[in-house]
């Protein structure tokens, strides 16, 4: 294993206050509490609050700023954050119009976010992120993980939010992307933990992992290294055959570290056009690394089936450190 | 080598078809010449245009548009594109005010835009990106390589061109920045090219290579594998014993493509301190993959001394694939 770090202990917390230093102008960044907050809060917004283990970057810590996050606790890698991380946070960006925590479907956050919520004493609801497809048995009580659907979830979301609508609306929203929104990962090589130092699972350089999530866990199957198109037609098959809607739609591929964008947006071609053939339209689109586990090399595909309503909460203004536009 | 591609001699005109769909708001995709330009061109505006080998993505393709290049061109992999598509770009966004070709220093890429240039007879300047910190003997003639800093030239050229100055001034413009400008990379990896299917070079578990270009090559020096604190401090060094001007500087830490957010936010956190300790005082900074190698891990630092003059043309707005703000 080969990283750019100092101890490896300390390779989180170097790359935090890099990232701190470097978006001074948008956020602000608790050390001893560990979350980076929205550096001034829109009074009469619902605050919200996301967070996870790191490892995922740019998510969730950039994904703070002005049409998107107010706060991200950053847990330890691939760890969830503690609920006093995640009290402080809601504290730190409560605005007095309640508070919204945006949770991947991982116990560990759920548990952590629920208990900072009771512990909290503050009014806050609590959307979950579970944009998975899943194709198992209905014994296979893994459910559906969060993956970079979260992105898309904390974009628009975040968008309401500044437009000042209200806790309400913005859990029937959450609900309204959360069915509309499914993805898939594909993974080429593991990654490695820095305090580990070896790759978290083996995989032959003829292989691969289909529906990989984003801690580096083995995906659901192993298969032999296949061509990008029957990748693109496999993943978009089973998130076609998972979904309600179809027609309109963002298209997000996402790098999960590793893999370089030349490769990308050849995965955008392959996937466009199988999604073409499955009846959607992409009029949307992100390519480019912003859920990623760590070093590893692969890519997801999230597919977000959005009405004009949500298109336009997509468009609204963003400025964090990983989203820009119309700001 | 796994690789999300099909054929391995389709990979880029498969990548870049996949580009040309993500961002046909901004570029259109000339498939015969194989060149992207900028949807609309700007009367009275002097058009520049780029170029170089493919494998560096999102540079040069990803920063056409408003604010930054009109044209780029694309060779096939670390291979200058050829006159005949340079010529075809810049009859392509010819305003009529005179264009500016802006060429990394290599032998291939030198030739063709000149020769270019002969046979189009059109009003054409050069400028020439030489970013590279060097310190060798002045019996090496290798010269400086054209890196990262060719972001930075292209940026500001693109925010004065976008200001109506003439190609006299832009030439002025390049001469400063070029002088203000000095990058120097590391690979802790080789690249891998997708037709040749293994590694360009060897290196260990515990090297590194110092001095890289970003064409694969080897760079001028093999040390073992160090603290990243280290890497910073051997970086910062070489470059500011090679730069007239300090204090105010714009720091890029650029991505090879195969090292995650995580690791460059490390850098810049190292590369920041070790600047400061040498008399810089970072004013602007970007951190990410702009500049890659196909799927090296590694990273270059572009340190840019620049005056307020050229600060302004940073911040200028700009709306390419790669680059978006205030836009």
Redesign the interface.
């Known amino acids: 294993?080969?990283?750019?770090?100092?101890e490896p202990g300390n390779?989180?917390i170097?790359?935090?206050?890099?990232?701190a230093?470097?978006h001074a102008d948008i956020i602000s960044f608790d050390v001893s509490k560990r979350f980076v907050r929205r550096k001034s809060l829109v009074p009469g917004k619902v605050g919200l609050v996301s967070g996870g283990g790191?490892?995922h970057?740019?998510m969730h810590l950039?994904f703070v700023g002005r049409g998107m996050l107010d706060a991200a606790c950053i847990g330890r890698i691939f760890t969830s954050p503690t609920p006093d991380q995640i009290v402080a946070a809601a504290q730190a960006v409560d605005a007095g119009s309640g508070l919204l925590f945006i949770v991947k479907n991982y116990d560990g956050d759920r548990m952590n976010f629920q208990m900072a919520g009771e512990m909290s004493g503050l009014a806050i609801d609590t959307a979950i992120v579970s944009d998975e497809a899943v194709q198992t048995s209905p014994e296979d009580k893994s459910g559906r993980r969060g993956l970079a659907g979260t992105l898309v979830l904390e974009k628009i979301l975040g968008a309401a939010a500044e437009r000042k609508l209200g806790l309400k609306t913005l859990l029937e929203l959450a609900d309204r992307v959360g069915s509309a929104t499914r993805s898939m990962g594909v993974a080429?090589?593991s990654c490695t933990l820095p305090e580990v130092g070896r790759p978290t699972f083996d995989i032959g350089?003829g292989e691969?992992e289909l529906g990989v999530g984003i801690h580096g866990e083995p995906g659901r199957k192993r298969v032999a290294?296949r061509?990008?198109?029957e990748?693109a037609e496999e993943v978009v098959r089973a998130v076609a055959g998972d979904m309600v809607f179809k027609g309109n739609a963002l298209v997000l591929v996402n790098g999960f570290?590793?893999?370089?964008?030349?490769?990308?947006?050849?995965?955008?071609?392959?996937f466009?056009a199988a999604l073409t053939r499955h009846g959607f339209n992409?009029v949307r689109?992100l390519?480019g690394?912003f859920v990623?586990s760590?070093?590893m090399?692969g890519?997801s595909l999230t597919v977000s089936a959005l009405d004009d309503e949500l298109l336009g909460l997509w468009d609204d203004p963003v400025h964090t450190a990983a989203l820009?536009?119309n700001a």
Not at 1 to 6: I, L, T
Not at 259 to 270: F, S, V
Request: hydrophobic content about 45%; proline content about 5%; aromatic content about 8%.
């Open positions: 294993m080969k990283k750019f770090m100092n390779l989180l170097e790359s935090i206050n890099g990232f230093a470097a790191a490892g970057e740019p950039g080429l090589t350089e691969m290294m061509r990008a198109d990748i570290g590793g893999t370089p964008l030349i490769e990308l947006y050849l995965m955008y071609n392959a466009t992409p689109r390519v690394n990623t760590l070093d090399a890519c820009r536009w």
